[in-house]
């Protein structure tokens, strides 16, 4: 939670300094392009209030996020989805529309950039998300175990070395490659004492099994803690026949 407020706290503050640079300061190089224009462009761009309104659209983001921040200390789940969700679509959105202030002969060329990347941003945003919620299950077969889903794999018993539930998830320091959501881990984290691991947890969902085999670690829980102990009964048996 520590490290998603300074992140927060940080793009509020950076989209403030840039905004209050580009509207008070005049700084309207801070734009990207607008320093390349020819000055015909530019001094255009500046009469239609292209610059300005790019100004207010960042400090405007900036209070929206400012404004969702302490959803960090409540129980809400999806609290870094809703953020940075907002924060997406808002700026999208705003340069859809700022493209009615482009230039006249450069403007339905803005619009199409604009929209494209709003649809190409927000399509692979919601494929991203889609895997990353996709659901997972630990299916133990006669000489084998899979973990079903992205990042998943099967082992067979013989690689297993220890199997363990946990009451508590050790601490989870780096991702390394895999989905860190607000309410799931899936893929390759580092953890704290166990090194590298790949993780398939429901986060705040105890309790947790926890596999060693003879290359990789591996974390895992089900939905509710009675499934959990399932896979970990059945697992645990096999394992040690």
Excluded: C, H
Excluded at 69 to 86: A, D, H, R, S
């Amino acid at each position: 939670m520590v490290l998603l407020l300074i992140v927060q706290l940080g793009l509020i503050l950076l989209f403030l300094i840039i905004g209050w640079a580009i509207l008070k300061k005049k700084d309207y190089w801070l734009l990207s392009g607008f320093a390349n224009r020819p000055k015909e462009e530019q001094l255009q761009l500046i009469e239609n209030g292209y610059p300005q309104r790019s100004g207010k659209l960042l400090i405007t983001t900036a209070v929206g996020m400012f404004i969702l921040l302490p959803l960090i200390f409540t129980p809400f789940k999806y609290t870094l989805e809703v953020q940075f969700g907002f924060m997406i679509v808002f700026l999208l959105t705003g340069y859809i529309y700022l493209s009615k202030y482009e230039i006249l002969k450069k403007r339905k060329r803005s619009y199409i950039l604009s929209t494209t990347l709003f649809i190409v941003i927000m399509g692979f945003t919601g494929i991203i998300m889609y895997i990353g919620y996709q659901d997972y299950q630990l299916v133990t077969r006669q000489d084998f175990f899979e973990i079903t889903g992205v990042y998943g794999n099967v082992w067979s018993y013989e690689e297993v070395k220890r199997v363990e539930l946990l009451e508590e998830m050790p601490k989870v320091t780096v991702r390394q490659n895999g989905f860190g959501l607000s309410t799931m881990a899936k893929g390759k984290f580092k953890v704290k004492e166990y090194g590298s691991s790949l993780l398939f947890i429901r986060k705040d969902s105890a309790p947790y099994i926890y596999i060693e085999t003879d290359n990789k670690k591996i974390f895992i829980n089900a939905k509710t803690p009675e499934q959990t102990k399932e896979w970990y009964n059945e697992l645990k048996a096999i394992s040690e026949e």
